[in-house]
């Protein structure tokens, strides 16, 4: 189908564009993280199914290898598959092709907002839109629900995230209050386990469902004023 459309190359690549900390990522810094660790897993569950199914492959040396990893090129029914993970500028060279804007340009953009915010809501954003198109409902529209009928926790929402990083261990507290009020008001028992909490799992095993509640307060936080 793709050749009859044309296509005779396909380029996919994870993109991670900053750190948690708001610098330009690095394959370094990620090896500490959650991503490099996930994408490590899937590099080499590739290469087992290429080798199960006799694709023959070429692992492709990274130009800077401070921020690319994990490439690997094959031909399959006459297609070229290019596959990797790219970090900060490289990221919009290979999708752009180096015609794209400088990565300086995006961070002028977002400097004022919290860097984990934009990683947190990332991880959220598909965990919630497979319960949503599953089940028409998930755990970020059923708390703002709460929070839109109860005003008061709205506002110790807002006390909350006055206070998550100047007194971090009161906020702490603050936090798992909300999320035991939340969880009594709201039909959120009626949901299935988010895929985050799954995915969680297998590298923090203490992860819950209360914690993936937290995050979407967390996130909801962010965008309140």
Not at 137 to 142: A, E, H, V
Not at 153 to 177: E, G, H, M, T
Request: glycine share 6%.
């Amino acid at each position: 189908m793709l050749k009859n459309l044309g296509m005779n190359r396909i380029e996919m690549y994870f993109g991670v564009l900053f750190g948690i900390k708001g610098n330009f990522a690095t394959v370094e810094d990620d090896q500490s993280y959650i991503c490099y660790g996930g994408m490590a897993q899937g590099y080499q569950r590739t290469l087992e199914f290429l080798n199960q199914n006799g694709i023959p492959y070429k692992k492709v040396v990274p130009t800077d290898a401070t921020i690319e990893d994990f490439l690997v090129q094959f031909k399959h029914n006459g297609i070229t598959v290019k596959l990797g993970a790219e970090y900060a500028n490289a990221v919009i060279d290979k999708l752009f092709k180096g015609k794209g804007a400088d990565l300086s340009t995006l961070r002028s953009i977002i400097d004022p907002l919290i860097y984990d915010d934009l990683w947190l809501s990332q991880l959220l954003a598909v965990s919630e839109r497979s319960l949503l198109f599953s089940f028409n409902n998930n755990y970020l529209l059923s708390i703002n629900s709460i929070l839109e009928k109860d005003h008061r926790l709205a506002q110790a929402l807002l006390d909350w995230k006055n206070i998550r990083y100047s007194q971090p261990n009161q906020a702490l507290v603050f936090l798992n209050q909300l999320i035991d009020k939340v969880q009594h008001k709201g039909d959120l028992k009626t949901l299935p386990a988010p895929i985050m909490v799954i995915l969680m799992q297998s590298y923090l095993e203490q992860y819950t469902t209360e914690d993936y509640i937290g995050d979407i307060l967390q996130v909801l936080a962010s965008a309140k004023q």
